[in-house]
């Protein structure tokens, strides 16, 4: 569904959610408040396919951010397709001199999880370099693409300025 625009979200109270993207959202259980789509999505924008969306609200229910979680990385077509409809990215940061510190692994109840603490600089660069983020900034918009390249997946997250969601809280 390429015709939802998930910013036009931003400063809605959550009860609109469901009418612009055709999904129930369900509140999380897990101390930060967001929401999260109730039933997994098979749709997709500028024609990379994404399964979830979650939206953070600040504490009237009012949408602050929105996050699609992409089910592949965004290739080189697919982001031309972000650059003709958000313009060229304000950065793109590239990681580097990257050093892990630790690594362990943590068990509970069946659930395995791998945890990496490393430190690293970030620089500007291309998106041939496999940047970490992209961020897209406009006068009333941020737009920010996090790359997982060891997940094969990417999130895009829509959200007011840094200035803006202050004056809007």
């Known amino acids: 569904m390429d015709d939802i625009k998930f910013e036009d979200l931003l400063g809605k109270h959550i009860s609109v959610a469901k009418k612009i993207t055709g999904s129930d959202f ?15 999505i098979d749709d997709s924008f ?67 999880q791998k945890l990496t603490k490393s430190t690293f600089d970030l620089r500007e660069g291309s998106f041939e370099e496999k940047p970490l983020f992209i961020i897209w900034k406009k006068r009333w918009l941020s737009d920010k693409t996090f790359f997982r390249y060891e997940q094969n997946k990417t999130e895009l997250i829509f959200s007011f300025p840094e200035k803006l969601q202050t004056i809007k809280n």
């Open 26 to 40: 369900k509140a999380s259980n897990y101390g930060t408040k967001f929401y999260i789509n109730s039933e997994q």
């Open 46 to 112: 500028l024609d990379v396919p994404y399964n979830f969306i979650t939206i953070l609200p600040n504490e009237n229910d009012t949408i602050q951010s929105i996050t699609i979680h992409f089910s592949k990385l965004i290739n080189r077509e697919s982001y031309d397709s972000f650059i003709e409809k958000y313009g060229e990215p304000n950065n793109i940061q590239i990681i580097e001199n990257k050093k892990i510190i630790s690594t362990s692994t943590s068990e509970n109840e069946g659930f395995n």
